[in-house]
């Protein structure tokens, strides 16, 4: 469509829309420029929209699983510390049921300090079972009760778990379990460590022969050592998980940040590029909108 | 031919010269006027009296100068142009404005938005699984949740209190369109009585096509010009203007947003055969049809969906956080109940509805059945409802990405009718603007002219003073 006749009142307007829309673009890019933010309003951009919501998403449960992998650490060294002095007390307990099973060279008084000192290293291992982390009770499971075992009146011991572990989630389809198995470690109903040395303990008070309970510390202390083998592989999981999520936050910022931010130089320089436009756009008018022909005439 | 008739010729000239320049006069005078349409004097020589008779004396010459009309020299097809692109840029702009408004009232990307709110509460359920027994975790969790619930019923609010303007503003515009309407009538009555008359109605004109276009940009109304100098004005092929006639149109329909799915407000012509306006186009078609209710599949007002969006978003929470958390026990082994609670009155939208059942941190259920008191895989379970394929998040990420994609497409497609409707109006602007070097150049001809009809007349009565005074005095 050819305009042929043009008037003051076409360029002025002309003029007017052209410094406005350069005026537009150049507050657009300050704005940018001055936010960083390439996306303001998901109109912007719907496609990165898209992406910046789920990397958002991802993110923040990214620190989440940070969180629990933390925690999840925590658990695990308790646990571990707990059982490796069990490793050492039942070695401990070992080493004096030995010393025991030599009869020939025991005495009533020298039966009655091992049967004690046995009775020490059960009372030692049951402060072990019954460790805390953060107030809970790391061999318990998930059980409310204060100690995961417990020593009733007639002798017997309880064991309060063994209705479910705890867990972490230390990643979106990761799941370890953080908490000692009490029921592995120490036993649980009649067939527990520390009835196996009330008995061993009473047996020496009463003379009797002992060695067969050597073999049965052992199997305990098989048992401690594997548990402490599957504690060992777990913190291992977790650290790795740690490192793994540690990476994938940066690489989670980079990428939301490569959404959503604005390419500085980039946005610098179209800015200076529209400055220079809106100037020339401010020049034109001012030598457009000012000469008529009643200058020239007299 | 009488030796006075050079006298009376020059005379016409002088006062046809002086008409012209008052043309003119009146044209810078408007230079800036909107709407104005450029005039001009259009002149005829008028001839001589040329019937032969008996008495007729030879040749004779013409008998000057005479103003025939003022003409108006506007183009009816860039006016119509400019109204067809005028009514299309006013429904795009509508429609891009009631957009624009709306993504930002949804603050999307941010750290404050619905997403992140939604993030916020997953996770919290993550510490509570963590740590069952501590109310800490717990009570972050009903906070972060009671947050969720308000930001959900801000943004609902926020769409019901847009789509309220929305309508309000369309009411206004309905009043604008009637008055316009009764205003053009009245004018196509005087506008004819001065054309038959022989009049100069052409300053009417003028504010007549400033009506019609008004029109054209409210509702996308059609004008045309018939042979009696009026114009008729049609809406979907049904008059709004008739001759000195107006008919009224009104805005009927919910009042409500939560009523505009089942009664969408729509406009219907007021008179005893009352039936729907279909409107072609303009600022009140955009409007009306961000008023309409939501439709399952997506497509009704923008508004509507925005609302229907967060009530979704209120039931999918209310539903799958209850299901999940339905089937854990407290610490203290209490079956968990609620978590979120919808309100019973059907009157009440979800999203203005949803509440956080749970009161205090005892009464979440993170446990499963049957596990330690301390058991936290239902809270782990609630916790991961969030990255489930249905999640509440996904249908909202969904929704604010459609609200993206449909803001940029209106707010181009309103640019780029905005274009032709510039283009159209410029085009309008050459033909009918005055141009101040033009009128200058045009008083100068007329000036020139006037000074020469003046000439004239000083020499016809230099003639007849040697006439009147010199004759029949030879020798003296």
Known sequence: ?298 | MSSFSTLSTALSSLQTQRAALDVAGQNIANANTVGYTRQRAETASVSANAAASRFSSGLTVGQGVTVTNVARLGDVFADARVRSSTSLAADLAARATTYARLETSISEPSDTGVAAQLAQFWAGWQDVANNPSDPAPGQVVLESAQILTEAIATGYRAARTQWDETRAQSVAYVDAINTAASSLAELNETIRSVTVSGGNANELMDRRDLLTTQLAELTGATTRLQDDGTVTVSIGGNHLVNGDTSYRIGLVGSTTLAGAAADAPRLEWERTSAGPVTLDGGLLAGNVASLAGARPDGSGGALAEAAAAYDRLATQLHDQVNAVHATGVTTTGTPGGEFFALSADPGTPPALGLTVAVTDPSGIAAGAPGNGAYDGSVADAIGQVGTSAGSPDRAWSAFVVDLGVRTQAALRSAEVSEHSRATAALVQLSGSSVDIDEETVTMLAFQRAYQGAARVLTTVDEMLDTLINRTGVVGR
Request: glycine share 6%; no cysteine; hydrophobic share 40%.
């Open chain 1, 1 to 298: 469509m050819s305009v042929t006749r043009v008037t003051h009142q076409m360029s002025q307007q002309t003029t007017l829309a052209n410094v406005q829309r350069n005026l537009a673009a150049m507050s657009k890019l300050q704005g940018q420029a001055s936010s960083l933010r390439r996306i303001e309003k998901p109109s912007d951009d719907p496609a990165g929209t898209a992406q910046a919501l789920r990397l958002r998403a991802e993110s923040r449960a990214l620190a989440q699983y940070d969180r629990n992998a933390a925690d999840g650490r925590g658990w695990l060294t308790a646990v571990d510390t707990a059982m490796q002095t069990t490793s050492s007390q039942l070695v401990r307990a070992r080493t004096l049921v030995v010393q025991a099973a030599n009869s020939g060279t025991t005495t009533a008084e020298s039966a009655e300090a091992l049967a004690l000192e046995i009775e020490a290293v059960r009372d030692a291992l049951l402060g072990q079972a019954n460790a805390t982390y953060q107030g809970r009770s790391i061999f318990a499971g998930t059980s409310d009760a204060d100690a995961a075992y417990a020593r009733q009146p007639d002798g017997t011991y309880t064991y309060a778990g063994g209705a479910g572990s705890v867990d972490r989630r230390i990643a979106e389809d990761v799941v370890v379990r953080v908490d000692g198995d009490g029921a592995a470690v120490f036993g649980d109903g009649t067939d527990n460590v520390f009835a196996l040395l009330d008995r061993v303990a009473a047996d020496i008070r009463a003379g009797a022969d002992v060695a067969g309970a050597i073999d049965e510390i052992d199997t305990w202390h098989h048992r401690t050592t594997s548990a402490l083998a599957t504690t060992g592989a777990r913190t291992n999981q977790v650290e790795a998980q740690i490192a793994v999520n540690a990476s994938a936050k940066l690489s989670l910022k980079a990428d939301i940040s490569a959404v959503e931010d604005v390419d500085l130089a980039e946005t610098l320089v179209q800015l200076q590029t529209q400055e220079v436009a809106y100037q020339a756009a401010l020049g034109a008018t001012a030598r457009v909108l000012q000469p008529t022909l009643l200058q020239y005439l007299s």
